[in-house]
């Protein structure tokens, strides 16, 4: 079981997806070739780590350069969209009245036009203002680490407060209809590597890996000349191995799911997952999802919305939106693994 960690993001991504997803990049790079060394660079940013790793050329910046402006474009993010910052635009909004128009920035606005599809495409399986459900439930910023089953009445109390509905967003202004509160922490992350993947293509860096609390995008070819490959962890046990590896480039993907971020009272288990339809964690034998799209921020939010959906319906929900996904379910004691086609051609011979 993780604790929720009082200083930090909810982080509704497996902790330890991100470092097999980095001993498998850069592990392709292990090999001799002519092109210049790979650099390595890291950084805390969201209550977790990021790490770029890149290959420079004759007119790069210097690497202190380059971190100093990835650190600045994550920190920008994070003042934007933290609700653990009081200061921050998110923050600012939740703490406002209804029926009250509100101007963010252009990457609060990104992120919420993103937020708001992505709950409409997934039947409200998604929606970013469940953020009151995920404090009732311990695993927000609001009394982190609580870890109780609330009553069913204060669930049902504020199921009213929930619903993307109750949103406006009309060009660079947002209102909320009644009292409500965003939560942008199953897709900030995403937008965060987008972000700075944007920032380094614009400094003649092109190929690269960055890397955001598990979410990942990457860019050109590895030191091999060949794709990066990133490995998708297989959940259970204490032995970290691997349930498929990837072969990927120009793309990114993200991974959710419900077996590292849980409590445990008489028994029963409580993911952090909170479906905004029911306020109840989800409970079904959908472990893991991973998502592959070329906009990090979009594999974020429906790896979240997908595991919540679960299943059957989380199958059918990826096969109508053409997404790339890999599923792990579980099977008894076994784990069974399915995607989607448009997945098929990412995948490495190992699955």
């Excluded at 691997?242 to 009272?265: I, Q, W």
Aim: hydrophobic fraction near 40%.
């Amino acid at each position: 079981m993780i604790s929720v960690d009082k200083r930090t993001w909810r982080d509704d991504k497996s902790h330890f997806n991100k470092w097999l997803f980095c001993i498998l990049a850069l592990g392709s790079l292990a090999a001799c070739s002519h092109d210049p060394a790979p650099v390595s660079l890291t950084g805390a940013t969201m209550g977790t780590r990021w790490t770029v790793t890149y290959i420079g050329n004759a007119g790069s910046p210097d690497s202190d350069i380059l971190s100093a402006g990835i650190q600045a474009r994550l920190d920008e993010v994070n003042r934007s969209m933290s609700t653990y910052q009081a200061e921050s635009e998110i923050s600012t909004f939740n703490r406002m009245p209804p029926k009250h128009w509100f101007r963010p920035s252009p990457d609060y606005v990104a992120v919420l036009q993103t937020a708001l599809d992505v709950g409409e495409r997934s039947g409200g399986a998604y929606d970013v203002t469940v953020g009151p459900l995920v404090d009732l439930w311990g695993f927000g910023a609001e009394e982190p680490g609580k870890l109780t089953v609330p009553a069913a009445a204060e669930v049902a109390a504020l199921l009213p407060f929930v619903g993307q509905q109750n949103l406006r967003l009309e060009g660079d202004k947002v209102m909320k209809l009644r009292a409500l509160s965003l939560d942008f922490s199953s897709l900030a992350k995403g937008y965060a590597v987008d972000k700075v993947a944007a920032w380094l293509l614009a400094q003649g860096i092109s190929r690269f890996m960055v890397e955001v609390g598990g979410e990942i995008r990457l860019s050109g070819l590895s030191t091999r000349g060949d794709p990066w490959r990133i490995a998708i962890e297989r959940p259970g046990g204490t032995v970290y191995s691997v349930a498929a590896a990837l072969s990927l480039t120009d793309t990114s993907l993200a991974t959710s799911g419900d077996y590292r971020n849980y409590f445990e009272v008489d028994g029963n288990r409580y993911s952090h997952l909170i479906d905004p339809r029911t306020g109840q964690p989800v409970v079904h034998d959908l472990v893991s999802v991973t998502v592959v799209h070329p906009d990090c921020i979009i594999a974020d939010a429906w790896a979240t919305a997908l595991v919540v959906l679960g299943g059957e319906s989380a199958m059918a929900v990826a096969l109508e939106q053409g997404l790339a996904v890999y599923f792990i379910r579980r099977r008894g004691e076994t784990l069974a693994h399915s995607y989607t086609p448009s997945f098929v051609g990412y995948l490495d011979g190992t699955h």
